[in-house]
Each structure stands twice: as C-alpha cells, then as structure tokens.
C-alpha cells in the first residue's frame, strides 16, 4: 500500500511538472513569436487533446499546440453534444458574482415580494432598453438593481444625471423610458454622480458593451432587449 502511494505522489509530481514545463514552452514561444501575447493570463489544456486554452486580456480565448507552433482563432464544438464550448467558457468567464455587485450605484425598483433579484445595466437613450422597460413593466415579484451605464455618448451622460439626482431616480427613469415624459431639470442639492462613473468603469471591467444587459442572481448575463416571458424563465432559473 505504500509503495503504490508513493508511486502515485511520485506520477503526480511528474505530470505537474510536465504541465508546467509545457505551459512554459508555450509562454514563451508565443511571446517571441506574437509579442501582442506577451501577457498571456492562463495557459490550460482544452477538452481537446493535444490542444491547449490560451487566455489573454481577460476573456479572449485563442488555442495551440504544446509547443505553441500553431495558434488557432475560433470555436471549438463539441459535435456529439452541439454545444459551443469557447462560448461556453466565455460567458463563465464574463459572468458576475450577484451579490458583489455595488447596489449603492443603482437605483431600486421592487416589485410585488421582491423576492427575485436582477441587475441590469441600461444608457437612457437606448431605444432597445426603452422597449425592454415597457415589457419589464409586466413582470412582478421581483427587485431590479437599475445601474445608469451611458456609453451611448455626451448627451446619455447628461440625461443619466439628470436621473440620478432626482428626488425620486425610479420614478424618474419609468416616466421617462416608459412614459415618454421630459426629464425634469431639478436635482437635490450638492447631488454627487460619482456612482455614474464608477458604474461605466465596472462595466469595462467586465466588457459589458451594449445596453440592455441584464445579471441574474446565478451569475447568468444575458445581452439584449429580451421579453417578459424570457426574464421570467430565467428569473425561475435563477431560484
């Protein structure tokens, strides 16, 4: 019993350090080779034998060989299964813990119990967030974190203030996504819009590039204006 738990520890050994030894030899043949992956995040094997995970910038998925020969852009797809699996790795790496969300940067609008949680990331002159606004009216039960994200330009950036230092910002974003009616120009007083800024960099951050997007308590993001029926699967999904 000793001898094969020494054996094991000792196959253990070896085949950590051939990984790291491979991993090595990829860094650095790819860094001479391509010095754009000079700063590659992580090198890891793929569901693909023979074929390595080359993770730069983050999120940006490349793959190669063991010797970093041979560098490869695109999707790998699992055919037995149909499933994308670079996508698949992606959206794991793009998805956000709920619960570190900075709530204090948004607004609140509960619904019903409120029981259900979403986030979602919105630029006041997204007409694809206005439509989505008008459809979200129809889904109750729910507490939805509205986080200004103005990336759309100057003018997105103005009306996104103009919200937050209202006296009321939810009913002064509803009147305005859903209602159509004019942003009223009366802020409280000293009104600090720091939050505005940090919530376009948290979105950076974590290359959130179109708006509507939406986080749901089990990390899901989906991008889009998608319909009621659609947050309420996922809403239920996300229990």
Request: aromatic residues 8%.
């Amino acid at each position: 019993m000793k001898l094969t738990k020494t054996l094991l520890a000792l196959l253990l050994l070896w085949t950590s350090l051939a990984a790291g030894a491979q991993e090595a030899t990829i860094r650095k043949n790819l860094a001479e080779r391509i010095p754009q992956l000079k700063n590659i995040d992580e090198v890891t094997k793929s569901p693909v034998p023979g074929l390595f995970e080359i993770r730069v910038n983050g999120t940006e998925i490349f793959y190669s060989d063991a010797e970093g020969n041979f560098l490869i852009q695109g999707s790998v797809i699992d055919t037995r299964q149909r499933r994308n699996l670079t996508e698949e790795r992606v959206e794991k790496l793009l998805s956000i813990n709920f619960d570190t969300l900075p709530v204090k940067d948004a607004f609140t609008i509960v619904r019903g119990n409120g029981k259900r949680r979403l986030a979602v990331f919105e630029d006041p002159n997204c007409g694809y967030c206005k439509r989505f606004e008008r459809d979200l009216q129809k889904v109750d039960n729910v507490t939805i974190h509205m986080f200004l994200y103005p990336i759309l330009g100057p003018d997105s950036a103005d009306k996104s203030r103009q919200i937050w230092c209202a006296k009321d910002p939810a009913k002064a974003w509803t009147d305005y996504m859903v209602r159509d009616l004019a942003l009223a120009h009366t802020a409280t007083p000293s009104c600090d819009v720091a939050a505005i800024t940090r919530n376009v960099e948290l979105g950076r951050k974590h290359k959130i590039s179109g708006t509507p997007t939406l986080l749901f308590a089990d990390g899901s993001r989906v991008p889009g204006a998608i319909s009621a029926a659609q947050v309420e699967k996922y809403l239920s999904d996300a229990k």
